[in-house]
């Protein structure tokens, strides 16, 4: 992995337009994939921008989410605080469920290597982030963004007790074209009796980068990706080998496997840094939709593999597509370098 002070000095600033930039291959260990860098298939990084930016949220006549329309939601795991009407978020089960949490009986049954069915068994639930309709997430103070960020750990700790689930995902899709079927601010939570692709592929590479050198590659975060900014707990960076452009990492300082060990104060200080980075991203890129995704360890992860597993957030603003190449290799086309983002990202005020 080339640093960023190397990588830096490829191109990419003041100076250079963007014409005048080489197209680069990175590999980064997390992700573990392959990204082409073509500048030159786009516009300068200031001047990307939103071409779909989320509309006004306009209350529509019976939105299930808000306050006091509780009975035409599924069935409430609990809210925050407990038993109070005037709930600040609720965590309920997914009306349209991907997986059933019903067939957990039928899921006990052995997974071989040429298995290729397993029954649908997990758990699909809704975190509504704010009783008022108009309200976004980026709209909370880092308390509340906290308490959402605890009521995942709660729902995490809840899940895990049951042993056949191996993977719980929590993430959020900020409007339509993200993926978000209801406008109300929420996010959602699938637990998975698998271990995903992506999540395996992610192990493998941060493993193959702890045996090489003897560290956590996201421990060295601050030296290996492009700093943004920085709370007490956590920094914010464009990823050296970012997937998509504008892509975004959340990554705590000190070494930590699982996100269900986020306590109370860490939670809001991450909140803070999620507000500002959700803000920023508003402000630059003309208030794009995004979604926002936690990669933490499989629940079963062993004692060997912790000191190479470490959780992050990654958010996303969609910016643009995914087309045929993408789709057929794998290997993505980001036309921004991610210490171009780095920098612009940095310089946004927003006062």
């Not at 990084?45 to 949220?57: A, E, I, L, V, W």
């Not at 997986?99 to 290729?116: W, Y």
């Not at 290996?224 to 914010?236: L, P, Q, Y």
């Not at 087309?323 to 780095?342: K, L, M, Q, W």
Request: with cysteine; hydrophobic share 35%; net charge negative.
């Amino acid at each position: 992995m080339t640093s960023p002070s190397h990588a830096s000095d490829r191109g990419g600033g003041d100076g250079d337009s963007v014409e005048n930039q080489s197209p680069e291959l990175r590999k980064d260990p997390v992700t573990n994939r392959w990204v082409i860098f073509s500048p030159a298939r786009a516009k300068r990084p200031t001047d990307f921008k939103s071409k779909s930016p989320q509309n006004p949220n306009p209350k529509p006549s019976s939105c299930p989410f808000c306050i006091g329309r509780e009975q035409e939601c599924a069935p409430e795991l609990f809210r925050v605080p407990d038993h109070d009407p005037n709930w600040k978020l609720r965590v309920i089960e997914n009306l349209y469920p991907a997986l059933s949490r019903n067939l957990e009986t039928q899921s006990t049954q052995p997974e071989t290597g040429t298995s290729r069915t397993i029954v649908g068994f997990g758990f699909h639930d809704v975190v509504i982030e704010s009783p008022v309709h108009s309200i976004q997430l980026s709209d909370i103070d880092p308390v509340g963004i906290g308490d959402v960020l605890i009521a995942y750990k709660k729902r995490i700790n809840q899940i895990a007790q049951h042993d056949s689930i191996n993977y719980i995902q929590v993430f959020k899709n900020q409007g339509a074209s993200a993926g978000a079927s209801m406008s109300h601010s929420h996010s959602q939570m699938m637990a998975l009796p698998v271990v995903p692709p992506t999540v395996s592929s992610r192990l493998d590479g941060t493993k193959d980068y702890f045996e090489e050198t003897g560290k956590c590659c996201l421990c060295e975060a601050k030296s290996k990706h492009f700093v943004i900014d920085e709370s007490s707990h956590f920094v914010s960076v464009a990823p050296f080998a970012a997937t998509y452009p504008f892509e975004i990492w959340i990554i705590p300082k000190d070494h930590s496997s699982h996100f269900h060990h986020l306590d109370d104060v860490k939670a809001v200080d991450l909140g803070g840094l999620l507000k500002l980075m959700l803000q920023k991203i508003a402000k630059q890129l003309n208030d794009p939709p995004y979604n926002y995704m936690i990669h933490t360890s499989p629940l079963k992860v062993t004692e060997s593999q912790l000191p190479y597993t470490h959780w992050f957030l990654q958010i996303v603003p969609q910016l643009s597509g995914v087309g045929g190449f993408e789709i057929g290799t794998g290997c993505y086309i980001n036309p921004v370098f991610p210490e171009d983002v780095a920098k612009v990202m940095r310089e946004v005020s927003l006062t």
